[in-house]
């Protein structure tokens, strides 16, 4: 019999809907997983154990008396520490940031408290969502659980790891190109970048504001299609979000996928690829085929300047966003008395190595005689990927693709070279600045047992298509 920290969404709603169950027990179990695993995987850099257990006694007493509750009543929880919430710390993983206290709440967070669910804890992260480890973190490496040895992905490592462990039965990463997909290939879970403007960014901190985007890390597809049911829809609080009608994600997913098209596309399956990886996709790609659907190979020809146009928009953005990191306001202070020094002070204590990295090469892509050489140059890249992709969905319902070149890196593997670590997310970072959704789901594992990632792109808005090819091919390893 599973304990309460191993269920899913949907398997501990029914226990407790069924007086199997309480909220309490359900949220207890997860914190003393919590204390007994983060002494190793460091995935947490906030636990609000006192608050959760009180507010799951109130949902117990709520449910006892017959009152009405939100969709996620009692279900513990987890944030990726970007997301402002006024009673706890939001670092960013960043000491810039270290000890800061938001005066409001993130859009994401209030819809979810709408539903009952309970936040038990702030997750690790590689510090403003720069790195695809999160070995970057002002608050310690997070280790993964599947293999202590190595990384868990990033920039949401902390939330894929505990997720994989059961510190909580979801979690809310944050997307900006590959931070939620990369943690979930790389620890086994399910992860969803949705559409931007699906989700509320509203109360994020933002990275790159025309990437970032809010998305659910789950144990299984029914339950990612649930969080997303919840977290959607449009805010008056951000202009980007869509008013488009919210579909019934649990149920569509149930939708057949015999007869559809499934666009392999053959620059993801070269050079780079780890021959364990490329076989995992080559047997799922087979499993669709049995399964009904027509495999069409697609060109995405402009991939091989998809990672240098994503670094130089997405760090030219993060320059522009984390310029309001002074330390005048909040953040890191400093005791010098002139304004000036203050500020250079601050940020030169407060930002480490990979901050400071991405916000000099973002500056120089900004600054005079060389916008026009790199960012506008980037951008006229970005519209090339995003007809490319168009066009690819004329021919083909769904595409395929590895989620991650690699399985999960040992941890240091890669420390020592940036650019090594950049050139692991070519398979991610495509897919930010088109802004269609996209999900990795585990899909095998290599030689060594380390998950592999199976990443479905769909079409914008078109989140149900990608539920549906998910659930598809899980139902079909039963």
């Given amino acids: 019999m599973k304990q309460p920290y191993e269920l899913t969404i949907k398997e501990a709603i029914d226990l407790m809907n069924d007086g199997k169950l309480t909220s309490y027990d359900l949220v207890k179990s997860c914190l003393d997983r919590i204390e007994g695993m983060e002494p190793t995987i460091n995935a947490f850099t906030y636990i609000s154990k006192e608050k959760a257990l009180q507010q799951a006694s109130q949902i117990d007493e709520r449910r006892s008396k017959g009152e009405p509750l939100g969709r996620l009543a009692g279900i513990p929880y987890s944030l990726k520490d970007v997301y402002n919430t006024y009673e706890e710390p939001t670092t960013a993983g960043s000491k810039m940031l270290d000890g800061y206290i938001s005066p409001y709440n993130a859009t994401v967070y209030e819809k979810l408290t709408q539903e009952d669910a309970i936040l038990i804890g702030k997750t690790n992260c590689d510090p403003f969502g720069f790195g695809s480890s999160t070995e970057n973190s002002a608050y310690g490496i997070t280790r993964n659980p599947v293999n202590t040895e190595h990384v868990p992905g990033g920039s949401s490592g902390g939330s894929g790891a505990a997720v994989a462990y059961g510190g909580g039965l979801f979690s809310i990463g944050e997307d900006t190109g590959g931070s939620i997909r990369c943690p979930a290939a790389f620890c086994g879970i399910y992860g969803l970048k949705p559409t931007y403007g699906r989700v509320s960014r509203y109360g994020a901190i933002a990275y790159a504001s025309s990437y970032d985007t809010v998305g659910p890390m789950t144990k299984d597809v029914y339950d990612n ?65 049995a399964l009904g659907c027509e495999i069409v190979e697609v060109s995405l020809p402009s991939t ?120 692991m997310d070519a398979f991610t970072v495509t897919i930010n600045p088109v802004g269609v959704p996209a999900m990795s789901i585990p899909c095998g594992t290599d030689s060594q047992g380390l998950p592999i990632g199976m990443q479905l792109i769909g079409k914008h808005f078109d989140e149900s298509t990608i539920f549906a090819f998910a659930n598809a091919f899980d139902s079909s390893k039963e």
């Fill in 304 to 423: 091989e300047y998809a990672i240098a146009a994503y670094y130089v928009i997405g760090i030219s953005e993060a320059s522009s966003n984390l310029a309001r990191m002074d330390g005048m306001r909040f953040g890191v202070e400093d005791s010098a008395s002139n304004w000036k020094e203050k500020i250079i002070n601050a940020r030169g204590k407060g930002f480490g190595a990979e901050e400071k990295r991405r916000i000099m090469v973002g500056t120089y892509a900004l600054s005079a005689g060389y916008a026009d050489k790199y960012y506008h140059k980037a951008q006229a890249v970005r519209g090339l990927l995003k007809q490319e992709i168009l066009k690819a969905f004329e021919k083909v319902d769904i595409l395929v693709t590895p989620t991650m070149p690699v399985t999960a890196p040992k941890i240091g593997e890669n420390t020592d070279d940036p650019l090594k670590m950049w050139l």
């Fill in 225 to 289: 299609a649930l969080v997303m049911e919840v977290i959607s829809g449009i805010d008056e609080k951000d202009a980007t979000t869509s008013p488009s009608d919210i579909p019934q994600y649990t149920e569509e997913m149930m939708t057949t996928i015999k007869g559809k098209k499934v666009g392999y596309v053959k620059e993801f399956m070269g050079e780079g690829v780890d021959k364990d990886v490329k076989e995992a996709l080559e047997k799922a790609l087979e499993k669709y085929k």
